[in-house]
């Protein structure tokens, strides 16, 4: 049984904790991001009509869908070195949250897009509007509203996923876990702990994209 | 070099094929108990008891709210402290179980909700238990929003299942980690894996689109 519990423990190794906190939070930022950036690029890539820009686009999201991002870690941190690119453990695991949640985010981003009627789209050709303004005026503002949301979920999702950057020995919130687990050997100090931090984010956040969408819900009412 | 390279990885084909197998009866025996794990409490959830349903979300959110790496440290390392020793192998698949029975929960109980309430009321009118209701009046309805979402959580379950190398199962992933300490080609190394992965998980995706396309199709408007 766990009598033998030790609250003090965690209280020595707070600090620890907090500086991993703090890792994860801002190393989760980023990637978010990043997977940003990678999401618009490829779904603006994937509504192109041609096919020299869509299928590859294509393929990337399919081949990132289909694989485990703790390969595809290990991917970019055993080859990059392989290519000249030698680069601190958590630059790789940046990358990687980022090309990862990238492909998830153009999905997304896509279901989003297609949402608007197609009534919309040709409203707005027939008043004239450049393809710019479309999408700036017409377009973009709705699918802004249906993708807030599922855009949140997968912040949790990436959250979550950074903690396998521990396992390349960056030294996030999971990673000051395994310390005080191999440290002391007190494993149920250690994980209890991060769980418990994890969670915290994870209401976080969750109650963000509750509040979101409550917002949003009734915004979209008025129009 | 790339030769020297190339020769040393076919030596190492029978280990990669161990890899796979682990990771195939891995994902196929947690699936199974997952998907029957996750029906039932998906069932007992949208019951009328409150303090159960109650219970179940606690326990779903908990499992939602903390990443798997960290759920596998606490199976594997704080169950033998109450006295239950465990090998990776089962450690394994309870973690993986659980995670899928969890995330199979909530499509349960969506699935569920989607079925209009006049349909249950009247199974109700027509006499039939609660059983029958279930099994002959909802759950069939609910299937149709169920199938895509749950081929999904399928995928996400074999990926989650390469997380399980951190506590030493020689999986794809794991086999990958330890060519690569031979072999120093990580590219190519875990571009292998990474096909490994690629041909269980891809015909599942398009299934899943195909269900969903389906799925919609039928429900949809009348197409003219």
Request: charged content about 10%; proline content about 4%; aromatic content about 10%.
């Amino acid at each position: 049984m766990l009598e033998n519990f030790s609250f003090r423990t965690i209280v020595e190794y707070l600090p620890l904790f907090g500086q991993g906190l703090v890792t994860t939070v801002w190393l989760s930022a980023l990637s978010f991001v990043g997977a940003l950036i990678v999401g618009i690029v490829l779904c603006a890539m994937n509504l192109q009509r041609g096919w020299l820009f869509r299928v590859p686009a294509k393929a990337y999201i399919d081949a990132v869908r289909a694989t485990p991002l703790l390969a595809q870690l290990y991917f970019l941190y055993f080859g990059l070195p392989r290519l000249g690119f030698v680069l601190p453990e958590l630059v790789v695991g940046i990358l990687a949250l980022s090309l990862n949640s990238g492909a998830y985010i153009a999905e997304i981003i896509r279901a989003g897009i297609l949402s608007i009627p197609r009534g919309q789209v040709e409203a707005s050709v027939a008043s004239g509007m450049t393809y710019v303004q479309r999408m700036r005026l017409v377009v973009l503002p709705q699918a802004f509203k249906v993708t807030i949301p599922p855009l949140l979920g997968q912040a949790i999702v990436l959250v979550k996923d950074s903690a396998l950057l521990s396992l390349i020995s960056v030294s996030e919130l999971t990673r000051a876990g395994q310390l005080l687990a191999s440290d002391r050997f007190m494993p149920a100090e250690g994980f209890l702990t991060i769980a418990a931090f994890y969670l915290l984010l994870y209401y976080g956040l969750k109650g963000l994209a509750g509040l979101s969408s409550r917002w949003l819900g009734t915004a979209g009412a008025r129009t | 070099m790339i030769w020297q390279q190339l020769q040393s990885l076919a030596g190492s084909y029978p280990l990669a094929l161990r890899g796979l197998g682990m990771t195939v009866v891995l994902s196929l025996i947690s699936l199974v108990l997952g998907t029957l794990l996750g029906f039932g409490l998906g069932i007992l959830r949208t019951g009328g008891n409150r303090l159960i349903s109650g219970l179940i979300g606690a326990w779903v959110d908990l499992i939602r709210g903390t990443p798997f790496l960290v759920q596998i440290f606490l199976i594997f390392f704080i169950l033998p402290e109450f006295g239950i020793e465990l090998d990776a192998f089962t450690a394994g698949i309870i973690a993986l179980t659980n995670l899928a029975a969890c995330f199979i929960c909530e499509i349960v109980v969506a699935g569920i909700r989607s079925v209009p309430t006049g349909q249950v009321e009247a199974a109700l009118a027509s006499g039939l238990s609660r059983w029958q209701r279930m099994r002959q009046v909802v759950l069939p309805q609910a299937m149709r929003i169920v199938l895509p979402p749950l081929v999904g959580q399928y995928v996400l379950l074999i990926k989650d299942s390469s997380v399980v190398s951190a506590i030493g199962l020689t999986d794809l992933t794991r086999v990958g980690w330890l060519v690569v300490q031979r072999v120093p080609n990580g590219l190519l190394v875990f571009f292998l894996v990474g096909v490994g992965y690629f041909i269980v998980c891809y015909p599942l995706i398009m299934l899943a689109r195909r269900l969903e396309r389906r799925m919609g199709a039928a429900h949809g408007e009348v197409q003219l």
